[in-house]
């Protein structure tokens, strides 16, 4: 089984992380939520969530994919973690997935992951950043190898659908979706 890291920093966006946790969960995968310190994260509407374990106890163990939600001031947060970067370069050298939603993208810029592939953020998230050699997109999904990004709270079913796809196939992204009551996603 799949094993997914899902870190939480304070300011996180609470729609995105409950969304890509629920969701990878209701496909029976494995999912660890860490906290980059000690104790609940308040996101950025003010939701406490309570992470499983803290950022140093889950990075003893490897992971199949890392998926970083968004909002600010999570992302920054995460941005300026160097465990987080660790932890990218690891699952990355090992052959696994990374994933990152809304804001998030920029870590994964300042990480230096994103440069030849195709990405999606959420707006203006990336200004300001080296992007030159990244071909952005206004997609609300953007699968580029092993990298996958998303645009925002409003693409979090779809971008966790398509984390599903990729690590157990269309069959249980199928059976998730349509047990959310959801109509079958236009895959396009």
Not at 48 to 76: C, F, H, N
Request: overall charge negative; aromatic content about 2%; charged content about 25%.
């Amino acid at each position: 089984m799949a094993r997914i890291l899902v870190p939480l920093a304070q300011g996180c966006e609470e729609l995105e992380a409950v969304t890509i946790i629920d969701l990878l969960r209701r496909a029976r995968l494995e999912v660890v939520s860490a906290g980059l310190d000690a104790g609940p994260i308040t996101a950025s509407r003010g939701t406490r969530l309570l992470p499983d374990l803290t950022l140093d106890e889950a990075l003893k163990q490897d992971y199949d994919m890392i998926v970083l939600p968004g909002g600010l001031p999570g992302a920054d947060h995460l941005d300026r973690d160097p465990r987080i970067r660790q932890a990218l370069a690891r699952t990355a050298e090992n052959g696994g997935y990374i994933a990152a939603i809304c804001a998030a993208p920029k870590v994964l810029v300042n990480a230096g992951m994103l440069s030849g592939h195709r990405a999606t953020s959420f707006p203006g998230a990336l200004d300001g950043l080296w992007t030159d050699d990244i071909a952005l997109s206004d997609d609300p999904v953007v699968i580029d190898g092993r990298i996958i990004t998303s645009r925002g709270p409003g693409t979090a079913i779809d971008f966790t659908l398509a984390l599903i796809e990729l690590l157990v196939g269309e069959e249980i992204r199928d059976r998730v979706e349509e047990s959310l009551q959801r109509p079958a996603a236009h895959r396009g």
